[in-house]
């Protein structure tokens, strides 16, 4: 299984775009990049899902490059809301690597007035 | 839609006691999950279920049994609940053709005295 590493916390301001970047070296040709947002006191939430290149949705966007051995989460002109743990996880959807998808301990964003 | 509803909220137990935690889902989701969540760290596995009277051990299954009797609910037991299982227990459901977004429900925290 893949792991990844995150950075344990960062800081932003209201309006800034912020970026998250997630290691992971090891990947596999099968395996999905995948961020989860958590809030306090409630279950994890879906981001964004992505291969490789640039995926965008509502939310967020997703960057992969080419070796996929890293991606970057981001989130464009944070509010306050956006306060909250972010998951990067990596697995392989066809072969059951969904089951062993390992949440590590996230990032703490913590968007400040 | 309620999504994935976990049952109780809150419970206290003594060591040595047992209880059931209850998830329902009604997105007709083949696939769910028991994750718990200590403080400060991510998720981690307990048990999942790729169908209805399936199960399979994740990455912390000890001390714990399920079932899938239905494939709405899965649930979650502690024949001897210990301190150590004190945590917040999420359970979350995913359709398997696109098994790697998974939906969280709103968690249950379990202290165990």
Known sequence: ?113 | NAGVTQTPKFRVLKTGQSMTLLCAQDMNHEYMYWYRQDPGMGLRLIHYSVGEGTTAKGEVPDGYNVSRLKKQNFLLGLESAAPSQTSVYFCASTPATSPIEQFFGPGTRLTVL
């Open chain 1, 1 to 113: 299984l893949a792991k990844t590493t995150q950075p344990i916390s960062m800081d932003s301001y209201e309006g800034q775009e912020v970026n998250i970047t997630c290691s992971h070296n090891n990947i596999a040709t099968n395996d999905y990049i995948t961020w989860y947002q958590q809030f306090p006191s409630q279950g994890p939430r879906f981001i964004i899902q992505g291969y490789k290149t640039k995926v965008t949705n509502e939310v967020a966007s997703l960057f992969i490059p080419a070796d996929r051995k890293s991606s970057t989460l981001s989130l464009p002109r944070v509010s306050l809301s956006d306060t909250a743990v972010y998951y990067c996880l990596v697995g392989d959807m066809f072969s059951g690597g969904y089951n062993k998808l390992i949440f590590g301990a996230g990032t703490r964003l913590a968007v400040h007035p």
